[in-house]
């Protein structure tokens, strides 16, 4: 009877671990961002111009790299509007109330493309340093994501952040209404 309820338990605990929320995924203790944005009538080649041209333009990012069907960069002193959001300042995630630092990789394909953000971290003033995604937002030596009420209200709030950051349909919008 014991070993059964242990197995029962274990299993349970198995299944409630968390190693994906929302966009957010733990990949080998890092945790990542990824979302598929979809478009209509666009082949790879002219996407991955048009989303240079009309996104890209206005984010200030380092270390540009173009490849067929790849483009990846850093982007620096990133701020989330987590007022936006629904967010209080000394009400919200600390990690979301500063700027942060992080690696974006973006892949292109007919009709679709994929954000994928990684190395994310916030640089506070000194003495305090850097605070890596990575850590605040997991427990258990990085296997799965915190439950925190604060930290998951601070990740959609990020999410949505991205999510807005890296749309095509809007920026096209934004570009359209003169």
Same mark, same amino acid.
């Given at each position: 009877?014991?070993?059964? /309820?242990?197995?029962?338990?274990?299993?349970? !605990?198995?299944?409630? !671990?968390? @190693?994906q929320?929302?966009?957010?995924?733990?990949?080998?203790k890092k945790v990542k961002w990824q979302h598929v944005f979809e478009v209509t009538n666009y082949p790879a080649d002219s996407l991955q111009q048009?989303?240079?041209?009309?996104? /890209? !333009?206005?984010?200030? @990012?380092?270390?540009l790299n173009e490849l067929p069907h790849r483009v990846t960069f850093t982007i620096n002193n990133d701020e989330?509007?987590?007022?936006?959001?629904?967010?209080?300042?000394?009400n919200t995630w600390l990690f979301v109330e500063y700027a942060l630092n992080y690696f974006v990789i973006?892949?292109?394909?007919?009709? %679709?493309?994929?954000? @994928?953000?990684s190395d994310v971290k916030t640089v506070f003033i000194p003495p305090l340093g850097v605070f890596k995604l990575n850590n605040t937002a997991t427990k258990k030596r990085q296997t799965i994501f915190t439950t925190n009420k @604060?930290? /998951?209200?601070?990740? !959609?709030? /990020?999410? %949505?952040?991205? %999510?807005?950051k890296f749309n095509l349909k809007t920026a096209l919008k934004e570009n359209n209404n003169w």
């Amino acid at each position: 009877m014991k070993k059964v /309820l242990f197995l029962i338990v274990l299993v349970s !605990s198995i299944g409630y !671990s968390q @190693t994906q929320i929302s966009g957010f995924k733990l990949v080998d203790k890092k945790v990542k961002w990824q979302h598929v944005f979809e478009v209509t009538n666009y082949p790879a080649d002219s996407l991955q111009q048009i989303f240079i041209t009309n996104v /890209l !333009s206005k984010i200030n @990012t380092n270390n540009l790299n173009e490849l067929p069907h790849r483009v990846t960069f850093t982007i620096n002193n990133d701020e989330v509007d987590f007022r936006k959001y629904g967010g209080k300042w000394g009400n919200t995630w600390l990690f979301v109330e500063y700027a942060l630092n992080y690696f974006v990789i973006i892949d292109f394909k007919d009709n %679709k493309y994929r954000v @994928t953000c990684s190395d994310v971290k916030t640089v506070f003033i000194p003495p305090l340093g850097v605070f890596k995604l990575n850590n605040t937002a997991t427990k258990k030596r990085q296997t799965i994501f915190t439950t925190n009420k @604060t930290v /998951l209200r601070g990740l !959609s709030y /990020l999410e %949505k952040h991205l %999510k807005g950051k890296f749309n095509l349909k809007t920026a096209l919008k934004e570009n359209n209404n003169w």
